[in-house]
C-alpha cells in the first residue's frame, strides 16, 4: 500500500477501521512506545528487559489506537504516550517482582530521611542516610538503586488520576480562570522550591532529564559520569522532590 500521510491514515481508519491502516498506524507511532518504555526502563534497572517493556507498551499503543477519537481534535501522541504507559505499569504490577526486603529497605531509606531531615538544618548528604543506618556509602547506594523501581508509584497515581482527562483539545482556549492561574502559579513555585533543595548535580540531572528530554545516557556523557551514577543521582533527587511535592510529584511527568 502506498504511503500516506499520519492525518490521510488517521482519516480512512476512523471511518473504516481497516486492519491494514491501523497496521500502518502502529508502525508509525513504534517510536512513542520506545521513548515511553525509556523512560520508565530507568526504574526498573535490570529488573526487567527493555524489550519487555516495549513489548507492553504496544498492547498499550493497539489500546490508543481502538479507542482514539479523531474527530475530537486531541493529539495523539499525547493520548497514546498515557495509554502505553498505563499498559506497562499495569504488566509491571501484576509480575509482582519487587521483593518484600526492597520493600523493607526503601521503608527504612524514608524513615531515616524523615528523621535527619527534622534534625538538620542543611540538605541530608549520603554520608548521613549510610551512618544514621550503619552501613557503608557503597551500600546505601546499592540500596537506593534496589529500590528506585518503587518510584514507579508516583507515576502510577500520574496514570491513575490523570488519565485521559489530561489530554486537552489542540484547539482548547488558552485562557484561564483567575483561581485556576492562582492555583498554577503556587504548584509552580512548590516546584521551584523542590528544585532549589537539591545539589548542583541533582538539579542538573532533573534538568537535563525532564526539561531538556535528554537520556541517562546522553546526561552521563555530558556530566562526565557513569550511567549509573546519573540512575543515583536521578533517584536521589526524585525522593527529596517527593518529600516535598508529596501528592504534586506527578507535576514533573507533565513537564
Known amino acids: 500500500m502506498e504511503k500516506q500521510s499520519t492525518d490521510k491514515l488517521w482519516e480512512i481508519y476512523s471511518q473504516t477501521k481497516d486492519k491494514k491502516i491501523k497496521e500502518q498506524l502502529i508502525i508509525e507511532y513504534a517510536q512513542v512506545v520506545k521513548y515511553v518504555a525509556g523512560r520508565l526502563s530507568m526504574y526498573l534497572g535490570n529488573n526487567v528487559e527493555f524489550d519487555d517493556l516495549v513489548g507492553y507498551g504496544v498492547f498499550g499503543l493497539i489500546d490508543a489506537i481502538d479507542k482514539f477519537d479523531y474527530d475530537k481534535g486531541i493529539k495523539f501522541e499525547t493520548y497514546a ?139 552521563s556523557h555530558i556530566m562526565e559520569v557513569s550511567e549509573s551514577r546519573i540512575s543515583q543521582l536521578h533517584t536521589k533527587a526524585l525522593g527529596k522532590m517527593k518529600q516535598l511535592l508529596g501528592n504534586n510529584i506527578e507535576l514533573l511527568s507533565s513537564l
Do not use: H
Not at 127 to 151: C, F, H, R
Not at 186 to 214: F, G, P, W
Open 81 to 219: 504516550s498515557l495509554r502505553i504507559r498505563g499498559a506497562i505499569l499495569d504488566n509491571i504490577r501484576k509480575m509482582d517482582w519487587i521483593p518484600r526486603s526492597v520493600r523493607k529497605k526503601q521503608k527504612d531509606i524514608e524513615r531515616t530521611y524523615q528523621k535527619l531531615e527534622s534534625e538538620l538544618n542543611r540538605p541530608v548528604t549520603d554520608m548521613d542516610m549510610a551512618e544514621e543506618m550503619n552501613i557503608s556509602v557503597d551500600e546505601y547506594l546499592k540500596w537506593q538503586d534496589q529500590t528506585k523501581a518503587l518510584k514507579l508509584t508516583s507515576l502510577e497515581d500520574y496514570v491513575e488520576k490523570g488519565g485521559e482527562n489530561n489530554v486537552e483539545p489542540l484547539n482548547k482556549s488558552r485562557f484561564m480562570l483567575p483561581e485556576a492561574n492562582l492555583e498554577k502559579k503556587e504548584l509552580k513555585k512548590m516546584l521551584v522550591d523542590a528544585i532549589s533543595s537539591l545539589s548542583e548535580k541533582e538539579c542538573k540531572v532533573i534538568t537535563l532529564y525532564y526539561y531538556e528530554e535528554l537520556t541517562l545516557k546522553e546526561i
